[in-house]
């Protein structure tokens, strides 16, 4: 086990920097997840930590070591790759024991540790048998297994689940999180489902074309995002956008949504007469209560989970280029979504009554589009 330290690290491709000024902590023992949409950088990261790619500045450290220009052989990681990499006509005992007998391991301690390590992954039963008579959760977990008998510093993995079908997918994430609990091993994951990064790890990192916009934990980053891209880009469905202005009156600090005033907390009152972006999560609209009113325009019903799309008012929206996120679940580019649980039955069209409750409104800077404390 180790920790792993990234100081300004930057990796540029002639005249593109993929990765700039890169500084990151990763503590012994932590489960962190590089995450952000495609070509943010992710992959590079973790390739550069791996030392298949050469960073161009900066130094990487593992365990205290300086590695920044050791071959992947010296660094003393595991990497798991998205399609597993096993050898077709080895079966998955030699997979497992390959690197081992690489390194030149006596062949009894090559297999006591792989009979370890098919114990703590349920594959004691397949040991025998061939990749392709395995299904694509157990191969993934053959290549976990082949990580796991290395006892390596740290565990690397580059979107290992992104083959699985979605319902494998859930199942698997969930036992490589108890996994990495058990062993106790500094890991690394990249992904591009900022999903899979709220339910595995112990910390989380947002990045966008190769800088990091914030590292926090789930509840961190779901409560309290740094700006714009990071409140658009955690949470499924995603944060709603709408632009006005913070108005006062007395001692009520509030803004309009189309007629309606929504109550925000007196600490904006400072910035009475500016405008803002407001966002609010679809898990914090009140629905059936409230000033606003709107007709639904979709109605999605996951059985007792309901998610009600409404219009936001003319002149009030946000498009999915300034929030800076892509439109990867649907978001409606004129509307909102309410995520609600409850037996009502509601209809498209339907004339609703909601609620912003002001505890949970987010305002974030038009021009800096970081969040307005």
Not at 10 to 35: M, P, Q, R, T
Not at 104 to 133: C, F, H, M, S, W
Not at 155 to 178: C, G, Q, W, Y
Request: charged share 25%; hydrophobic share 40%; with cysteine.
């Amino acid at each position: 086990m180790a920790t792993i330290e990234f100081n300004q690290v930057g990796k540029s491709y002639g005249a593109v920097e993929a990765i700039k000024d890169f500084n990151l902590s990763i503590e012994d023992g932590e489960f962190c997840v590089f995450v952000g949409p495609s070509g943010c950088g992710k992959s590079t990261a973790l390739k550069m930590l791996a030392g298949l790619e050469e960073t161009t500045a900066g130094e990487i450290h593992i365990g205290g070591r300086d590695v920044t220009d050791l071959g992947p052989g010296k660094r003393d990681i595991a990497m798991v790759f998205q399609n597993y990499a096993l050898y077709p006509h080895y079966s998955v005992r030699k997979n497992m024991g390959f690197g081992l007998k690489m390194r030149g391991y006596p062949a009894n301690e090559i297999n006591q540790k792989v009979e370890e390590a098919a114990k703590i992954l349920e594959l004691t039963p397949y040991l025998d048998r061939k990749p392709r008579a395995l299904s694509g959760g157990q191969r993934q977990r053959v290549a976990l297994g082949r990580a796991i008998v290395r006892e390596p510093a740290a565990f690397l993995m580059d979107e290992p689940l992104s083959n699985l079908d979605a319902k494998l997918r859930v199942h698997t994430r969930s036992e490589i999180v108890k996994l990495q609990k058990r062993l106790g091993v500094t890991s690394v994951y990249v992904t591009h489902d900022q999903v899979e990064a709220l339910t595995m790890a112990t910390k989380i990192v947002v990045m966008k074309l190769g800088i990091i916009q914030q590292v926090g934990t789930a509840e961190e980053l779901f409560d309290n995002p740094r700006n714009l891209f990071v409140a658009g880009f955690i949470g499924s469905p995603g944060m709603n956008f709408f632009r006005g202005t913070i108005q006062s009156s007395g001692d009520r600090v509030f803004t309009k949504f189309g007629d309606a005033e929504i109550a925000l907390e007196p600490k904006f009152a400072s910035r009475a007469g500016s405008e803002a972006i407001f966002g609010i999560r679809p898990e914090h609209i009140r629905v059936g209560v409230g000033p606003v009113q709107s007709g639904l325009s979709l109605v999605e019903s996951l059985g007792t989970e309901k998610i009600l799309h409404f219009q936001i008012p003319n002149g009030q929206w946000i498009d999915n280029a300034e929030v800076e996120v892509d439109d990867d679940d649907g978001r409606d580019v004129q509307g909102m979504r309410a995520r609600i649980i409850d037996d009502q039955k509601y209809r498209d069209g339907e004339a609703v009554q909601m609620d912003f409750p002001a505890t949970k409104i987010h305002v974030f800077d038009v021009e800096t589009h970081n969040a307005v404390k």
